[in-house]
């Protein structure tokens, strides 16, 4: 497991840095038809509701319907049992919450079905939460925040969103010196790259682990 942090000296190491980077592009690249895309946003109250809204014109996959069913598991967990439930305090559940501790959290239910990543060579996972304010409408498709809608916010202010993004084993290119080679995809594991915005704590500067499985 490599994350994209910095170390004591504020200096970002540049060849993991580089090679998520890398990755990265490859998997958010709109002209890739390797590439499905699948993504769903979770507005919540606060306490322990949440409502589920899936945007429209998701390309879907298996593999990606099964990332998202387990991400909102983790989600379920983490909001039903979130320390405010049971020692009375206020602290509000994932946007409260260390975004690196987060990510380890996300990253660890992810890799116990490793048999959802069937298939896949590439997953590249996009989260981030905040309040309703700081959620950015689509640039393509029907927006999912509209004025008519007041009354809903207030009620769930905050939000999780999650983009999948799903590369087949069989369109697997590998960089080797600069040269993308291909591999059977018999004889791949899925490397997958996670990660974590809080629109608060760290906007636009992602918390991100790439890992194989």
Known sequence: MVTDVEDSNNTCFSATSSSITCFEKQMLDTSNAQVSRYQNTYFMDGGNRFIS???LG????????????????????????????????????????SVELLAEDVLNKLKSRPQTMTGMSKVLVKVRTGHVYTYHQLQDGQP???????????????????????????????PNNNIFTTTPSDQQSTELLLSVENATINPENPYRIIDEI
Request: glycine letters at 4%.
């Open 53 to 55: 809204l899936p945007t």
């Open 144 to 174: 999912l925040i509209t004025e008519d809608m007041e009354d809903f916010f207030q009620q769930f202010p905050l939000f999780v969103e999650i983009m999948i993004y799903t590369m087949g084993g069989d369109c697997a290119t590998t």
């Open 58 to 97: 998701n390309t879907n996959t298996k593999a990606a319907s099964h990332i998202s069913r387990l991400f909102e598991e983790w989600l379920e967990n983490k909001i039903y049992r979130h320390p405010s439930s049971n020692n009375g305090y206020d602290h509000l559940p994932i946007l409260e919450d």
